[in-house]
């Protein structure tokens, strides 16, 4: 079978098979209908591999709270009596929901012949969907620590994907998350480059005393904070771990970066660790100059502490970004703590995942 983008295979199907169904039933009803949230076809880097779970013909149906009370019921029982049974070659009907430990509710495509279909097509309300999702009502004002508690590629996953149609002007919400306010964005790129200044120094100093795997470990992690900033450098979310590199590889900066980073991690000793970690600071230092943000930082490698070991002074990127800070709330953070973004001080996938615990991450920033 010839593998289609999940994207179009939605889009395909909600034209061909579910508007039509629901015109003939429903003529005049206001919805949105959309493919955004979870799942790697939503920002297009699903592949032949990903058809094992969650992936499938579907389509998010939007209705107005006082709509879906009348008439959700109705369509997803007229859905899964009026759809065929394939489409494009694949299955319309999934299996319920695994409920076995780490299985999280996948649902995966399954052949049937007769009866009806258990589709896809989940029929929500907006306030509904990001309550579950990201656990901010749709309608609520989004604070400084809302912004800083929802990871980044839940962000991507809402503004990315496709609205098919839009009654309800859906696309507005999507426009309020499509990046930070400034000022956040500066006190994210401050913490970027704080958490760099916490470990700049520590990779050569353990290689220095012979701990080999140590200074790759410590590399490794100044390569993942050093690709961070550069997303947010270039006013990007960054996605799911697992697309993260090939994410990054289409940022401006990649072509040049990328094998310096690739190099940092596969250097065989510290010295040389070291000398493409200062050509990484380099360019680092360019495409700060370059957003004028701040007045010009020379692009100055330094000894620390007369060690013998060259950091970039992540810190006099961090102050001059913090002091163009001017918003009181995000001000107010700043001046309490510099951990950044729940992506910035966290890769936990359970916390991460979680919209239950966004609230008591919130609750970090509180001051």
């Not at 295979?9 to 909600?14: I, P, T």
């Not at 094992?52 to 369509?75: E, Q």
């Not at 970690?277 to 020379?298: C, D, S, V, W, Y």
Request: aromatic content about 10%.
């Amino acid at each position: 079978m010839r593998f289609v983008k999940g994207l179009d295979l939605s889009r395909a199907f909600f034209a061909q098979e579910v508007q039509p169904i629901l015109a003939r039933r429903w003529t005049g009803l206001p919805y949105s209908a959309a493919l955004i949230g979870s799942g790697s076809e939503v920002i297009g880097y699903d592949d032949p591999v990903s058809i094992d779970h969650h992936w499938g013909p579907r389509v998010m149906l939007f209705l107005s709270a006082a709509d879906h009370r009348r008439h959700a019921d109705a369509i997803k029982t007229l859905l899964a009596e009026a759809l065929p049974y394939r489409f494009m070659g694949y299955s319309t009907n999934f299996s319920a929901p695994k409920t076995e430990a780490g299985d999280q509710g996948v649902q995966l495509l399954e052949d049937i012949d007769s009866g009806p279909v258990n589709h896809r097509v989940e029929i929500l309300t907006l306030a509904g969907f990001l309550r579950d999702y990201i656990g901010i009502a749709a309608d609520q004002p989004w604070s400084a620590a809302d912004w800083l508690s929802v990871p980044q590629h839940k962000l991507l996953s809402l503004i990315a994907g496709a609205l098919f149609r839009d009654d309800l002007n859906l696309q507005a919400a999507r426009n309020r998350m499509s990046y930070y306010p400034r000022d956040l964005w500066l006190y994210m790129l401050a913490c970027a480059w704080h958490r760099i200044g916490q470990d700049e120094h520590l990779a050569p100093r353990a290689g220095a005393v012979g701990d080999a795997l140590g200074s790759a470990l410590i590399a490794g992690r100044l390569v993942r904070s050093i690709m961070q900033l550069c997303f947010l450098q270039e006013r990007r979310y960054t996605p799911y771990p697992k697309w993260f590199g090939s994410a990054f590889a289409e940022l401006d900066c990649a072509d040049e970066l990328a094998p310096v980073l690739r190099a940092v991690q596969y250097s065989e000793n510290w010295r040389e660790r070291q000398r493409q970690l200062g050509a990484a600071f380099e360019l680092l230092n360019r495409q700060h100059n370059a957003l004028q943000l701040t007045p010009l930082i020379q692009p100055a490698l330094q000894e620390f502490h007369g060690r013998g070991f060259q950091v970039s002074n992540a810190w006099r990127y961090n102050k001059a970004l913090l002091a163009e800070i001017h918003d009181p709330q995000v001000r107010a953070i700043a001046d309490h703590s510099l951990i950044g973004s729940i992506d910035q001080f966290s890769d936990n996938t359970d916390l991460r995942a979680s919209a239950q615990l966004r609230q008591r991450i919130a609750d970090l920033y509180s001051v």
